[in-house]
């Protein structure tokens, strides 16, 4: 049995993702699904920190992707590619190599998928409803499969008595035990989107199979100012405040 730290989209806010491991104290293993550049101030630091946590498995999100490539930000609305050429500018070599090594296909631990999108597209997808939820079942074997990418806490309820899914919100601090097949999403540590600010992430226990959603507070005045003296894009900065 395993205690294991479920985190997403740190997007290069080393003060929520501090707020996080704090928070979640001891873990047997962390599972990081991608975005740890994108957006933020810091993201050498939070990859230096991630990298350190307890056996590590972690993901290439899309921002991280284009971080690191010489991909076209055609796709990226305009404050997000704005930030993309910053992050390519403060990225070190040693956190382009990291970020290098990530899986883009879809990784198995145990009864989990993991993944950055979806399974049926491991970067780029966004599982944001429960129709996009059916349709990639068919795309994982294993009971769960966990995403981030959409910076929304939730989880995709598969129910074999009438072949549904339903989107769950469950509540914080309190285990929601894993039955039937699910789509789960720990929401974002550095940009949540659901209009709360608190960092988000959970935690899996692999022997109780249980999924535990959390949220902290973290400075979000001290990253708004480092997003500000870093040159990034201020609607960056405003956002955080708000959840969006
Ligand atoms: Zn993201």
Redesign the pocket.
């Known amino acids: 049995m395993s205690r294991i730290l479920v985190i997403?989209?740190i997007?290069g806010n080393l003060e929520a993702l501090e707020a996080v491991l704090r928070d979640a104290e001891a873990v047997d293993q962390a599972w990081c699904l991608?975005?740890i550049a994108?957006?933020g101030p810091q993201p050498n630091e939070c990859i230096a920190r991630v990298k350190g946590l307890p056996e590590l498995t972690c993901m290439l999100?899309?921002?991280d992707y284009a971080a690191i490539s010489g991909i076209s930000l055609d796709t990226f609305n305009s404050d997000a590619r704005k930030a993309l050429l910053r992050q390519r500018e403060m990225l070190s070599e040693e956190s382009k190599a990291f970020l290098g090594e990530r899986m883009d296909k879809p990784v198995e631990r145990g009864e989990v998928t993991l993944v950055h999108g979806s399974p049926r597209d491991t970067i780029w997808e966004y599982i944001i409803n429960s129709i996009v939820a059916r349709e990639n079942l068919d795309h994982f074997w294993t009971r769960w499969c966990m995403v981030?990418?959409t910076?929304y806490q939730a989880i995709f309820q598969y129910h074999d008595k009438n072949d549904s899914i339903t989107l769950e919100i469950p509540p914080l601090n309190s285990p929601y035990k894993m039955v039937e097949r699910a789509i789960l999403n720990p929401g974002?540590v550095g940009?949540p989107r659901d209009h709360d600010p608190r960092a988000a992430y959970a935690i899996y226990d692999s022997g109780e199979n249980t999924w535990e959603p959390h949220r902290v507070e973290y400075d979000i005045h001290k990253v708004q100012k480092l997003i500000h003296k870093n040159g990034l894009p201020p609607r960056h900065a405003d956002r955080l405040a708000e959840g969006w």
Do not use: P
Request: aromatic share 6%.
């Open positions: 997403s989209d997007h991608g975005d994108g957006y999100g899309n921002h981030g990418h910076h974002s940009q």
